[in-house]
Nanobody, 127 residues
Framework: QLQLVESGGGLVQPGGSLRLSCDAS????????IGWFRQAPGKEREGVSC????????NYALAVKDRFTISRDDAKNTVYLQMNSLKLQDKAVYYC????????????????????WGQGTQVTVSS
């Protein structure tokens, strides 16, 4: 069974950090681009970050640039999202997704071609 499972969410104070993990089972992430998305209550889902299979294409949404870092460990079939300096507005359910690359092996933040999705993990930022 093809599955993506997110973990690492939780409750953190503003300015704190969390590291999310996205573990794949039933298939390999080696040749896929991976994206992180989030959806806050009452808002549309938005792309947060993405990484290509080679790791050479990494992109971030402006809202998280310089605070979040995406990485991948293909030996573990896992992608990570390190989130630092968390803000109240980062509160959301975070999802990882896998799919084909964009042009020239790139990844696209918030792209529409991701076809494997996890169930999400809740991140709550509150004082």
């Amino acid at each position: 069974q093809l599955q993506l499972v997110e973990s690492g969410g939780g409750l953190v104070q503003p300015g704190g950090s969390l590291r999310l993990s996205c573990d794949a089972s039933g298939f390999t992430l080696d040749y896929l681009a991976i994206g992180w998305f989030r959806q806050a209550p009452g808002k549309e889902r938005e792309g947060v970050s993405c990484i290509s299979s080679s790791g050479q294409s990494i992109n971030y949404a402006l809202a998280v640039k310089d605070r979040f870092t995406i990485s991948r460990d293909d030996a573990k079939n896992t992608v990570y999202l390190q989130m630092n300096s968390l803000k109240l507005q980062d509160k959301a359910v975070y999802y990882c997704a896998a799919g084909p690359h964009g042009p020239y092996g790139s990844c696209i933040v918030g792209g529409n071609d991701y076809n494997y999705w996890g169930q999400g993990t809740q991140v709550t930022v509150s004082s």
